[in-house]
């Protein structure tokens, strides 16, 4: 009985320090959960409205989708101690503060995963009345569908290795210092999940540049989103790095990220001013054509002769 009540007052001390929230970090992690939510939004609707995913590299999709899956299995295990205060009675609004980094990385991983699916329903297909010869060869059917199937596959796997390695945890006893630390092969497998994450994430964005630089234009890639997430994922980054339970493989990620998506935004920025450019100039002639053809419309068709 002695031993359950040490136990039992060892794990209150253990969560004590979760029961007094920072409440400047709770607002900039909840600005941050709805500012991440928001950010995704422009590209859903970009794409719904065009009715195509044109423009978007499924090779940048599976690598963002891979990488966030990495990143939300990584901080999921790294937050493990901090997540089970939320049994040992630190009360609901606590335990939504000590989540909101998971609950974060998660809704991140969730809002790409969309933009997969919409990529998957509205894949361009080619109309047979266009002609070849005018035409950017972009990814088929296939290669879609198995950008989405290896998607799928990795989270299995991701998950079935995340819960192996989850039951090597030590049976000792739990110390003052480290009363719900995971084991050392846990741990090792999260930092292996980060660097992973980190890898993929700074390969995600090389085929999208590709893509974006070889197409000239903009396709179904929203500014607005890219606008809001560049400077976004460095925030978010400090913010990570800041909370508990958290090391540097669960933040490194996103500040991999925004520097290349900022060198994306670059682009889509300049060829959409581009375009925009060449749009006026063609309104331009347009008009001036009209303005002559009308000329030449109300001309008379007989003149009055002199003799």
Avoid: D
Wanted: with cysteine; net charge neutral.
């Amino acid at each position: 009985m002695a031993t359950l009540f040490h136990a039992a007052e060892l794990i209150r001390k253990e969560c004590a320090t979760l029961t007094n929230p920072s409440i400047i970090n709770l607002l900039i992690s909840t600005i941050i959960l709805i500012g991440i939510l928001v950010s995704y939004l422009p590209q859903h609707h970009r794409i719904i409205s065009r009715g195509t995913s044109e423009g978007i590299s499924p090779l940048f999709l599976l690598l963002g989708v891979t990488s966030g899956t990495c990143t939300f299995a990584n901080i999921l295990i790294l937050s493990r101690g901090v997540l089970g205060c939320c049994g040992e009675g630190i009360g609901a609004f606590n335990c939504f503060a000590v989540s909101l980094g998971v609950i974060q990385v998660g809704m991140q991983w969730t809002c790409f995963a969309v933009i997969l699916l919409l990529f998957l329903i509205y894949f361009p297909r080619a109309s047979p009345l266009e002609a070849p010869a005018t035409t950017t060869p972009g990814p088929s059917s296939r290669t879609a569908l198995t950008v989405t199937l290896v998607s799928i596959v990795h989270l299995f796997v991701i998950a079935a290795a995340t819960f192996y390695f989850s039951l090597l945890t030590p049976s000792t006893p739990h110390t003052p210092e480290s009363p719900t630390a995971p084991s050392p092969q846990l741990v090792a497998w999260a930092n292996f999940l980060g660097i992973q994450s980190t890898i993929l994430a700074s390969l995600q964005y090389i085929p999208q540049l590709y893509t974006t630089w070889k197409l000239k234009h903009v396709g179904s890639l929203s500014i607005p989103m890219m606008c809001i997430q560049t400077p976004g994922s460095f925030v978010w980054a400090i913010s990570l790095a800041s909370r508990e339970g958290t090391r540097w493989s669960s933040w490194v990620t996103y500040v991999v990220t925004g520097c290349l998506q900022g060198g994306l935004l670059v682009m889509c920025i300049m060829w959409e001013m581009k375009s925009q450019k060449e749009g006026k100039k063609a309104n331009g002639e347009a008009r001036a054509n009209g303005s002559t053809e009308g000329e030449e419309e109300r001309r008379p068709l007989l003149t009055n002769e002199t003799s």
